[in-house]
């Protein structure tokens, strides 16, 4: 399969898609992931889209975005 390097790929079809994560430790959301079975049924909500655009003031100039590694491919 040939597609753009990123952490994550779906199955619009099936609705599903795979991530790849680091797990910390420490972590909230890691460790939960890890004690769940391969094919674990889980559920996502949003907002999707473009979320950002609700914390940017409408009077505002200029709009700084930094993102590095996999970031820039969304940031784009």
Avoid: K
């Avoid at 769940?36 to 473009?50: D, K, R």
């Avoid at 100039?61 to 590694?69: K, M, P, S, Y």
């Amino acid at each position: 399969m040939r597609h753009a390097y990123t952490v994550s790929r779906d199955e619009p079809h099936t609705r599903r898609f795979e991530h790849l994560y680091r797990i910390i430790p420490s972590g909230r959301m890691t460790p939960r992931l890890t004690e769940l079975s391969i094919c674990a049924e889980m559920f996502f909500h949003g907002p999707f889209h473009t979320p950002i655009q609700q914390e940017i003031q409408a009077s505002g100039e200029r709009i700084i975005l930094v993102a590095t590694g996999t970031g820039v491919g969304p940031l784009f």
